[in-house]
């Protein structure tokens, strides 16, 4: 998983690698290796906060927590206010 | 005429030729179809410039316009426009600012002061609701325009009075100079340029006039909930980071212009990127009035500070091969002390860079990231001297002054260098890059937002790009009229209903503000289509529909002429027109804009 933005600057890492079958288990698991995240970023289920959005690959934005993930997806947490 | 809420219905012209003014008044009729800001600025515009004026010639007028929020202490709404024909584009020119100018131009009781002719020598002009004073600017030549703010409150004995001022760059005719307040900056399409060519250093405004709102105790209610929404999770980004945030996103996503387009990626991204300026440099926030956001973050190096937006931080650094955060910084800061647009210049350059290394400009130290290179442009372009005097021109003139297909790298669109979205990976904010009636704009087009979002591939060209550029025109439109911060447009759940309540609250008046959203577009076509338009200024400079991408996610990705020509199609038909783009006569009657044609 990439951070992004407020998201890297909490965490203090550019990237955290957890083992997970969906993108909603990846966030949980991300959640409980950052719980700083929590608030700002992640919701306590879990969930990105509105003001962010996971994006796979650099290719597709998703945010179904049901989306699948295979072992060598790599999930962008980026600012879902697009743009400037 | 019946009281106004909102509005004061009057405007004010001053001559400059001959010092004279007189005040007009504006017929409710109007405001209600344009609204304020960019809307009402428009119908001005086409109004009060002559047909086929030259952008630099004393009659193109300089126009100041407020809107009917500011005052009302709605978050985000002090700002105001400022339009002319474009001396970079021969187009609509139109730029937004904001902070206590814009309250403070509101309380001289005009909604827009117009400035025509040329002064005889270098003024200030003074407007107080009592009158207008045009006075001697010698003594303010050469300052940059916060050194003039302070000189011009002095000369009048004033702490309060509120100043925009052209820097060095407007005085000398820089066709990308900026008017500034405040530290704010009317940035794009050179109305500073206008403003130096009237030899107006600066507008001093004073007043003392409220504005009644139709519903004050309502307003207070919805202004209390939008407040409260533009501190949370809609305006995350930029309150903690800014849009320096998206530096690293769009390097990532293959999207980030570098090396003058040649590249989508920039290898020493993290090195520029924005959560490195913030670890880094960061040294507060700071808020325009009647802000609640505060997305304007001030950065320190040595013993300077500068802001810093992602526009600027990509212009002046991957663009032109910059990987240091200090010459990135101190190039924004010269931009801002000069008085010049960060997007021209920076593209500018960029393309003088490239062309000197294809050998067609005699300009050894201009070279991909070479920061020297960058700063001594910047100085030259600001003072016209030297290669300066080419690049002060802008992109699309030097590049047809060099020649030799240089003009095939000038990254620009009616003239209007492009902003920080690459195209060929960003295929909605693409079309909306190639039709905005200001050139290649991301302001005025919003279309990116789908781009960004789950709703369709981005790298992939369909027909829904047309009604997702004009829809985001549109709503642009409507914000740029009332005004509002587009920083702000996620604190509303559902944009037209929410906004028309707002509006109805100030004003007291029922306004379908998607169709007044809609007139406004079209009207600014409407002055383009007066102005000289053509069917061939819709469209992207040659790099980016004759070569894929080369770096990146998206590598390999191309945009050719006939994918961009099938979306500017869908773009004309979602619009009503006709498919050579122009306005048919149904659509003008339906607008009310046919007695404007």
């Given amino acids: ?84 | 005429m019946s009281t106004l809420y909102g509005y004061h219905g009057r405007l004010l012209v001053v001559d400059l030729s001959c010092g004279a003014w007189r005040e007009e008044s504006i017929e409710p009729k109007v405001l209600r179809a344009f609204v304020g800001g960019t809307g009402l600025a428009a119908y001005l515009l086409h109004r009060y410039a002559p047909p086929g004026v030259e952008p630099l010639a004393p009659d193109n007028p300089l126009i100041f316009v407020n809107s009917p929020l500011v005052g009302t202490a709605v978050t985000t709404s002090s700002k105001y426009t400022v339009i002319t024909k474009s001396p970079l584009t021969g187009f609509v020119g139109d730029s937004l600012s904001s902070s206590y100018l814009a309250v403070e131009l509101k309380k001289t009781g005009y909604d827009a002061i117009i400035l025509t002719g040329a002064a005889p020598d270098w003024s200030y002009v003074e407007i107080r609701g009592e009158g207008v004073g045009v006075h001697d600017a010698s003594a303010l030549l050469g300052l940059d325009p916060g050194e003039a703010e302070a000189r011009v409150r002095e000369l009048l004995g004033d702490a309060y009075v509120r100043v925009a001022a052209i820097g060095l760059a407007g005085e000398r005719g820089v066709r990308y100079a900026t008017i500034s307040n405040d530290g704010r900056h009317a940035g794009r399409t050179g109305t500073g340029a206008v403003m130096g060519a009237k030899r107006v250093k600066a507008l001093a405004v004073r007043g003392h006039l409220r504005t009644e709102v139709a519903h004050p105790r309502e307003l207070q209610a919805v202004r209390k909930r939008l407040a409260e929404r533009s501190l949370g999770h809609a305006t995350e980004k930029y309150r903690s980071l800014g849009t320096t945030a998206n530096l690293s996103v769009f390097n990532r996503l293959g999207a980030l212009p570098s090396y003058n387009f040649q590249q989508a990626t920039f290898e020493q991204a993290d090195r520029v990127s924005g959560e490195q300026l913030h670890q880094a440099h960061h040294e507060r926030s700071v808020t325009c009035a009647s802000c609640t956001i505060g997305c304007e973050h001030l950065f320190r190096f040595g013993e300077k500070t500068s802001r810093m937006e992602y526009e600027s931080l990509y212009a002046l650094g991957p663009l032109c091969g910059i990987s240091d955060l200090d010459t990135v910084l101190e190039a924004a800061e010269r931009c801002d002390r000069y008085g010049m647009d960060t997007i021209s210049a920076g593209a500018t350059i960029a393309w003088a860079m490239e062309t000197a290394q294809q050998g067609l400009l005699d300009a050894p130290g201009l070279r991909f990231g070479n920061g020297e290179g960058l700063l001594g442009a910047l100085e030259s372009i600001a003072h016209r001297d030297g290669l300066g005097e080419l690049l002060a021109e802008g992109s699309r003139r030097a590049a047809q002054v060099v020649g030799g297909g240089s003009e095939a790298w000038a990254m620009q669109v009616k003239g209007l260098e492009m902003p920080g979205y690459e195209p060929r990976s960003l295929k909605s904010m693409a079309l909306g890059l190639a039709v905005g009636s200001r050139g290649a704009c991301h302001n005025r087009s919003t279309a990116y937002e789908a781009d960004f979002s789950d709703e369709l591939d981005r790298l992939r060209a369909d027909e829904r790009r047309g009604h997702i550029a004009a829809d985001s025109e549109d709503r642009s439109a409507i914000i740029d009229s009332l005004i509002l911060c587009k920083f702000v447009r996620r604190c509303f759940e559902n944009f037209y209903p929410e906004a028309g309540e707002l509006y109805e609250l100030v004003t007291g008046w029922q306004v379908d503000l998607r169709q007044a959203g809609e007139r406004i577009t079209n009207l600014k076509k409407l002055f383009n289509v007066r102005e000289g338009w053509r069917r061939s200024d819709d469209t992207l400079p040659p790099r980016v529909l004759n070569e894929a991408l080369s770096t990146g996610i998206a590598s390999g990705t191309t945009l050719g002429h006939a994918e961009l020509e099938e979306m500017i199609a869908s773009y004309y038909a979602a619009r009503g027109w006709t498919p050579d783009g122009q306005i048919p006569a149904d659509k003008l009657e339906e607008l009310g804009l046919a007695v404007l044609s």
């Fill in chain 1, 1 to 84: 998983m990439e951070l992004y933005g407020q998201a890297r600057l909490l965490a203090g890492t550019r990237s955290v690698t957890v083992e997970a079958l969906s993108l909603g288990e990846a966030l949980r698991r991300l959640a409980r290796l950052h719980p700083e995240l929590v608030g700002a970023v992640l919701e306590p289920g879990g969930r990105l906060t509105p003001a962010y959005t996971a994006n796979l690959n650099g290719l597709r934005f998703c945010n179904d927590p049901d989306q699948p993930l295979g072992d060598s997806d790599e999930i962008l947490i980026i600012s879902s206010l697009a743009g400037g």
